[in-house]
């Protein structure tokens, strides 16, 4: 069974920086995306960044050009470098893997921009 656990995260203020990292157990034999998702207060759970084993990445609008994703295979892990926050950022954030037709999430953890 596969299990993600998340690391990073926090209180921040504007205009600073946070690293998220999640690490998955087992071994992963097919393709897989790994990435994270974030959710507000009364929103839907959103994309915030994906990237496939193969390089492939996905950005949400509002992130590109601050936030970076990356994974390293060897470690089973992929992390998430958040810089220039911004109050709308504020969420809790959730790693995310797909693989083989299923999705798994991690527990989530809070990141909090100050003004």
């Known amino acids: 069974q596969v299990q993600l656990v998340e690391s990073g995260g926090g209180l921040v203020q504007a205009g600073g920086s946070l690293r998220l990292s999640c690490a998955h157990s087992?071994?992963?034999?097919?393709?897989?995306?790994m990435g994270w998702y974030c959710q507000s207060p009364g929103k839907q759970r959103e994309l915030v960044a994906t990237?496939?084993?193969?390089?492939?990445?996905e950005y949400a609008d509002s992130v590109m050009g601050r936030f970076t994703i990356a994974r390293d295979l060897t470690k089973r892990t992929v992390s998430l470098q958040m810089n220039s926050l911004k109050p709308e950022d504020t969420a809790v954030y959730f790693c995310?893997?797909?693989?083989?037709?299923?999705?798994?999430w991690g527990q989530g953890t809070q990141v909090t921009v100050s003004s």
């Open positions: 087992g071994t992963i034999f097919s393709t897989s995306i």
């Open positions: 990237r496939s084993d193969g390089g492939n990445t």
């Open positions: 995310y893997l797909y693989i083989a037709g299923s999705t798994h």
